[in-house]
């Protein structure tokens, strides 16, 4: 099992401005999972996986493309899936994956 205690989570900035992380596990080959924290209008911009990616939204509202997503909502892309974000309000993330990340622009 792994414990993620939100009185323990530790918040560090991600170098995209206005969005900060923080890690829930890491496992091999750059899979994992973390929480995502959107300062409303930051931008994540255009990236893709070298795997799938699963986003699910805890509160706040966020754009990925074309796609606008509010709490509850989850979107599950491929590696070939590019996408960006940008959040309409302050929003928080969970986002699970497996493989690393190339940013495209």
Not at 28 to 49: E, M, S, T, V
Not at 52 to 63: C, H, K
Not at 64 to 82: A, H, K, T
């Amino acid at each position: 099992m792994i414990l993620a205690q939100q009185d323990k989570r530790n918040w560090s900035d991600s170098g995209i401005p206005g969005v900060q992380t923080c890690s829930t596990w890491t496992g091999n080959d750059g899979d994992g999972g973390y929480l995502a924290k959107f300062q409303a209008g930051a931008r994540f911009p255009k990236h893709a996986h070298d795997g799938w990616e699963q986003i699910l939204v805890l509160s706040g509202a966020i754009r990925f493309n074309e796609v606008e997503m509010r709490p509850g909502d989850v979107l599950q892309v491929q590696g070939s899936d590019e996408h960006e974000a940008c959040a309409l309000e302050e929003t928080l993330l969970f986002v699970a994956h497996r493989g690393g990340i190339e940013i495209l622009a």
